[in-house]
């Protein structure tokens, strides 16, 4: 999927299972990883609701949207989930390591310093992390290349 959010047209509103088939993809497009089905009323509202009505409404793009999210978990202390949305930012290139690194310094400034340097360690263990699948994945794609 694109960082444009996508609707369906008025009077052509997928029906359930398509909602919920939109609600895994775009799931997946959001957390940038592979989204299989889940069982429960909370997992089916949070598909068909969060991720196919609010996230892939007209308006504002997936990154406009993180980066509101981001601010949100950092103002609110919730660290424990703060990482999955920097994660996925870095790795779909919504957002650079010096984009995230901005981030930190501006929102230190409004939430205070421990919830800054809890953002700061998060963005920072999150971009060491992202170079070292990158550096892997380059690793193994020379690797294919000489073997070929």
């Known amino acids: 999927m694109s960082d444009e959010p996508t609707t369906a047209p008025p009077g052509d509103e997928p029906g359930v299972s398509d909602k919920r088939q939109l609600g895994l993809e775009v799931m997946a497009d959001v957390y940038a990883w592979e989204v299989n089905d889940g069982a429960g009323d909370f997992f089916g509202l949070t598909v068909e609701h969060l991720f196919a009505e609010i996230w892939t409404r007209e308006g504002l793009t997936f990154r406009d949207r993180r ?3 981001i601010g949100l978990m950092v103002g609110s202390g919730l660290d424990d989930v703060l990482g999955l949305q920097i994660d996925a930012a870095l ?3 919504e957002l650079t390591e010096h984009e995230l690194r901005e981030i930190v310094i501006f929102l230190t400034h409004y939430a205070g310093w421990p919830r800054g340097a809890k953002l700061n ?4 263990k999150t971009i060491a992390s992202e170079a070292k699948r990158r550096q892997a994945e380059a690793e193994a794609e020379e690797e294919t290349t000489r073997r070929d």
């Open 67 to 69: 980066l509101m999210l």
């Open 91 to 93: 790795r779909k290139e």
């Open 121 to 124: 360690t998060a963005v920072e």
